[in-house]
């Protein structure tokens, strides 16, 4: 299933309205489609979908996640500190005029506040989308180089004498963490390679 029949279903539990479903998916396409967007782009979606399939049977709520990982990053500016807290509230007015309710909404600006801490939640299913967001980091070598040379791209524009420390900072962070992946079935499959895969970058810096 392609990103759009997926959003459109989604969107029909909830909403019957099919020019205003349309007009949201060609808002999230065009966003996750701009210039700029090298990495966090509608690849990344694809990609975080195809680990949550793995997952499914254990997420409580499949469709709060998903409409959490089309929003998450539809608000992203690499010079901005609040891309989260823009995206929920992004989040926040269309689902609204979706019709979902308050409760439901809440959920999904919360789960997309969470991924700019990345810390352990008390909600298995923020975890999950969590995990699904990082997993990258615990790809194949050559699938962890090209990820961040997308990323670098991204920060264009900063100089290495800025992106540089910068980056160390957050790869450090994941390896202080005590695990960077917070639901047993992520820590199995990408654990170990993802701090591999950090280490080798850090020497590479």
Not at 22 to 46: A, M, N, V
């Amino acid at each position: 299933m392609n990103l759009k029949e997926r959003f459109t279903d989604l969107c029909f539990t909830f909403s019957k309205d099919q020019d205003l479903i349309s007009s949201f998916w060609q808002e999230i396409e065009t966003k996750y489609s701009k210039k700029g967007r090298h990495y966090h782009d509608l690849f990344h979606l694809e990609n975080m979908f195809r680990e949550l399939e793995t997952v499914k049977s254990g997420i409580e709520d499949f469709a709060a996640v998903s409409f959490s990982v089309f929003y998450h990053d539809i608000i992203y500016n690499a010079s901005s500190k609040s891309n989260e807290e823009n995206s929920a509230l992004y989040a926040e007015d269309r689902l609204q005029q979706m019709g979902l309710d308050k409760n439901t909404v809440s959920k999904i600006t919360k789960q997309i506040l969470a991924t700019k801490a990345h810390e352990k939640s008390d909600d298995r299913d923020t975890n999950y989308l969590l995990d699904s967001d990082l997993s990258i980091l615990g790809k194949d070598w050559a699938v962890y180089l090209d990820y961040t040379r997308k990323i670098r791209k991204e920060y264009s524009i900063y100089p290495d004498l800025l992106y540089k420390p910068g980056r160390k900072k957050v790869l450090r962070h994941f390896l202080e963490l005590e695990s960077i992946f917070k639901t047993h079935e992520f820590q199995e499959k990408y654990e170990i390679k993802a701090k591999e895969n950090i280490a080798t970058e850090l020497k590479l810096l």
